[in-house]
């Protein structure tokens, strides 16, 4: 959706997709603005309670039935298990997603973590298509004026013709680009906490040969799966950079982490939206 200064400030009832890695700011900025009016629709809550929650259980239960005590519990109906996802605590999505590697060190296999990550890219589509319904429902049912779509790290890597065309539609992009600086220090962090990642398969499989390569290894079961994740984040981040420039080319606009940095409410948040509206008709 592109808008000029005057009309943006005219728009009765903003809706604003975040797009950027994570760690950025998205969810940060999102919680700031729902303390003043705005409905936060997080992709990855989504994804987590609605497209993913049976195979998260499903998964889950699979780990506890490998205990005898919580297995003989499970036969009895004695307990049960549900998900306590939050927008907050979104752990059961990456753990769902888990590492590719070693089983010893908690690792999966290719098949698996291929299947998984599968799973994960249509919950994500389908996430993303939500997002109009979910406009209406902020408004009609809970009564926000405005609307902020926290979009997953993972949303330029979705290769579906529809998905950006739907939130053009009914959002304003505005994708947050990471400085150089932020850039060093997302990717220190990633490397001292290796988390889960979606990858799309093409760059899977190119980057595994080029991994199992370097590192002298016959096969994934014998790889580290945390020391996989850090070797990968700097090779999946270059590879996002282009893909998000060219959806903000296309769709949208840019600020920076620095920028974003300084937003501290809401006035400061659609300021700094009138000035990438700005710098792009200029």
């Known amino acids: ?3 000029t200064v005057d009309a943006f400030r005219a728009w009765p009832n903003k809706r604003i997709t975040l797009m950027g890695m994570s760690g950025v700011g998205k969810t940060r900025l999102a919680n700031l603005l729902r303390r003043r009016n705005w409905f936060h629709y997080s992709g990855d809550y989504r994804i987590g309670t609605r497209y993913l929650d049976e195979p998260i ?3 889950i239960k699979q780990q ?19 998900n306590n996802i939050t927008i907050d605590n979104l752990q059961p999505v990456s753990s769902f997603l888990g590492k590719l590697g070693d089983p010893e060190r908690g690792g999966l296999g290719l098949r698996e973590f291929k299947r998984r990550q599968e799973l994960h890219r249509q919950a994500e589509i389908a996430a993303m298509k939500d997002v ?14 405005h609307f902020v779509n926290d979009a997953g790290g993972s949303v330029c890597e979705l290769d579906d013709s529809e998905v950006l065309p ?34 799309r398969e093409s760059f899977l499989d190119e980057q595994l040969e080029i991994y199992l390569h370097e590192h002298g290894l016959p096969y994934v079961a ?6 996989f994740v850090r070797w990968m984040f700097p090779r999946l981040f270059h590879s996002r950079i282009p893909r998000y420039a060219s959806i903000a080319d ?33």
Request: net charge negative.
């Open 64 to 82: 506890a039935m490998q205990i005898p005590f919580l297995r003989d519990l499970l036969h009895s109906d004695s307990i049960y298990i549900r």
């Open 166 to 199: 739907v939130l053009d539609r009914n959002t304003l992009l505005l994708y947050i680009r990471a400085t150089e600086q932020d850039e060093q220090e997302l990717i220190r962090r990633a490397e001292a906490d290796p988390k889960p990642l979606y990858y």
């Open 222 to 227: 014998l790889m580290d799966p945390d020391d």
């Open 57 to 59: 259980l499903d998964h």
């Open 132 to 145: 109009p319904e979910f406009i209406r429902k902020a408004q009609e049912i809970y009564g926000y004026r």
């Open 1 to 3: 959706m592109k808008l």
């Open 250 to 282: 296309r769709y949208g606009y840019v600020v920076t982490t620095e920028e974003l940095e300084e937003v501290s409410d809401e006035a400061g948040f659609l300021s700094l939206v009138e000035t990438a509206l700005g710098r792009r008709g200029s």
